[in-house]
């Protein structure tokens, strides 16, 4: 009987994942920032953390990253939009254990959301990772500059995966800071899908921003730090999130058509009345 290729793959994954001890998935647990209708919104979480400094920076080369070291945010758009994320640093204290503020955050935003459970290290995320890219050929399944996909341990087939739709990314700092990011990634058939390009703002403050003009759906966005030097598992960095949506530039645009056209009336009418009082 011939098996395929697959099957072997997951049988692989499910020995594998029975051994790993990796158990944290993907969760948005206080870390949704709420739902746009088309009124102005803005929402701050505090109080995160992210586990290490390079998080973020390592899911950007060649054999992905894991999602353990980095944080999940999450919105929802019911019309279109502008978007602005913001992520700094920021030092706390949770009960007896204090953080330290994250020197370089950087994030990416996706289209989609994780299913609950989810995670690195379940049987078809590491049949779907070695399937896609070779086996054994990745660190993780989180790609902060493209697409990728994850699934929790009930899952069985890759109709069974989260889909993250890769959108943009904003970095703390320069390339001194995040390394060399890889082009592209390489795919089990030989081809390369290129990969996104960091974008950096060049100043290494603990704060980066980005904005973004977005469709209504559910989107994610992927949090982490920024030092591909500082690899360290040990340690939490503090993090604060805030999020603004504001009506699409169409709006905007009308809008201010609206209003220059109420002013040329107003404007007429004077005129007129000028002109009447005259005669």
């Known amino acids: 009987m ?6 072997l793959t997951l049988q692989a994954a499910l020995f594998l994942g029975a051994l790993s001890t990796a158990s944290a998935h993907i969760s948005y647990s206080n870390r949704h920032f709420g739902t746009y209708s088309g009124t102005d919104l803005t929402s701050t979480i505090t109080n995160q953390n992210v586990s290490g400094e390079h998080g973020w920076a390592d899911a950007t080369d060649a054999n992905l990253g894991d999602t353990h070291k980095t944080r999940a945010f999450r919105f929802s758009l019911t019309t279109n939009a502008w978007v602005t994320l913001s992520f700094q640093g920021l030092a706390y204290t949770a009960g007896t254990t204090s953080f330290s503020a994250l020197a370089l955050p950087a994030f990416s935003l996706y289209w989609g959301v994780a299913a609950p459970s989810t995670h690195d ?23 902060a500059l493209g697409d990728w996909k994850i699934g929790s341990s009930t899952g069985t087939t890759f109709a069974d995966l989260s889909s993250f739709t890769y ?7 320069s390339s001194a ?13 030989g081809s390369n899908v290129p990969n996104g390009t960091i974008n950096g703002d060049g100043n290494a403050d603990g704060v980066v921003s980005g904005s973004f003009y977005l469709s209504a759906g559910d989107y994610s966005v992927f949090v982490g730090g920024a030092n591909y030097a500082g690899v360290n598992t040990n340690t939490s960095y ?4 805030t999020f603004t949506a504001v009506p699409e530039p169409s709006t905007w645009a009308l809008l201010t058509v609206s209003l220059a056209m109420v002013g040329l009336v107003i404007r007429a009418k004077r005129k007129k009345a000028v002109q009447s009082v005259q005669l």
Request: proline content about 6%; charged content about 15%.
């Open 121 to 143: 290290g379940s049987p078809i995320s590491i049949a779907w990772r070695d399937d896609t890219y070779g086996t054994n050929a990745t660190e993780g399944s989180l790609n």
């Open 177 to 189: 800071n995040y390394g060399t990011p890889a082009p592209s990634l390489t795919l089990t058939d």
């Open 2 to 7: 011939k098996t395929s290729k697959l099957t």
């Open 167 to 173: 959108i943009g990314n904003a970095a703390d700092g």
């Open 238 to 241: 503090g993090i604060q999130g």
